[in-house]
């Protein structure tokens, strides 16, 4: 079962005890906007997302993230070839892997990298946890606030810290497909 975004949202505003209004001035949206999102009648855009994620005081990936449970266990999802949740950004292309399941502690999705260069970027991506990327095709430049970037082609992979800035291009002609696995913090 996938997450319903706009039910999410609505969560994420009640737990603040914010009506509609409020929650809308603190993510510099129209009322009707935030209205219209939490009843699923459309759509956000990915700066839509960012403002809801800053208005939120959250990391915008747990926007699609259920708030955790006390204990689960025997737990399994299968995402098949293509199946899962796209989320489309000017940069990259997330497909959300294992979306049925809820209360995850880290949110595994595929991206297509389409940016080929920093400048594409609103600056940097910051967000709670550690996140851990393997290069699936192609090859990508990992750019980092306090490291020299580095080139990574097929079967390379990194581990860093996510609160720290950083972005990730492709650098071969085609786009390069990589997995994401962000630890939430």
Do not use: C
């Amino acid at each position: 079962m996938a997450l319903d975004l706009g039910a999410r949202v609505r969560e994420l505003r009640k737990e603040r005890n914010w009506t509609l209004e409020q929650a809308a001035t603190h993510a510099g949206l129209a009322r009707s906007t935030l209205s219209k999102i939490e009843n699923g009648q459309m759509s956000p855009t990915y700066e839509a997302l960012k403002k809801l994620a800053v208005g939120l005081g959250i990391p915008v990936p747990q926007l699609f993230t259920p708030p955790r449970a006390a204990q689960v266990s025997g737990r399994l999802a299968v995402t098949r070839s293509g199946e899962g949740a796209a989320h489309p950004t000017t940069t990259y292309e997330h497909e959300l892997l294992a979306g049925a399941l809820t209360n995850k502690a880290m949110l595994p999705y595929r991206a297509r990298v389409r940016a080929r260069s920093f400048e594409e970027f609103d600056g940097w991506v910051r967000h709670d946890g550690e996140e851990f990327l393997y290069v699936l095709t192609g090859a990508i430049r990992l750019i980092t606030e306090f490291y020299a970037p580095i080139e990574m082609r097929r079967g390379d992979s990194a581990y860093y810290d996510a609160t720290m800035g950083h972005n990730v291009i492709s650098v071969s002609d085609e786009d390069a497909t990589i997995l994401w696995v962000t630890a939430l913090g």
